[in-house]
């Protein structure tokens, strides 16, 4: 079972859509707004995540953030970021862009214990960041 979060700056009908498709498989979507408070700073609920979780954002700036990959990495979180182009399409294309990636999504969790990633708006390959 994997555990997906979408970050708060994620539509979070995207991750409420993503976990009714998933949910039969035993995987979960949750959205960042659902399970943390809006207040909490990304270090802190990158911290609060148990080993395993995905997180998926928009906050391309996040990955360049020395402390935040540094919460990411230390806590064996895999992180996708979207790429500039997907961030401008609109939400069902985004919701459809992760679903297309999703089985590579779930792969790249299960061969690095870590990392940061670009989530293409076409079907080429992950960018690490």
């Known amino acids: 079972m994997v555990k997906v979060l979408l970050d708060h700056n994620m539509p979070p009908q995207i991750a409420r859509a993503l976990d009714a498709i998933v949910k039969p498989d035993g995987h979960e979507v949750k959205a ?6 809006v207040n909490i700073s990304d270090r802190e609920y990158f911290g609060q995540l148990n080993l395993g979780w995905i997180v998926i954002s928009k906050d391309l700036a996040n990955s360049r953030k020395k402390t935040e990959r540094a919460a990411i990495l230390s806590n064996n979180i895999v992180a996708f ?3 500039p182009a997907l961030q401008k399409k609109r939400v069902h294309q985004q919701a459809a862009a992760i679903l297309w990636h999703w ?7 299960q061969i690095v214990k870590n990392g940061l990633f670009q ?3 076409n079907k080429s390959q992950f960018r690490s960041l």
């Open 32 to 37: 960042f707004r659902d399970h943390f408070p």
């Open 81 to 83: 970021y979207l790429s």
């Open 103 to 109: 089985d590579k999504i779930l792969g790249q969790r």
């Open 119 to 121: 989530l293409p708006e």
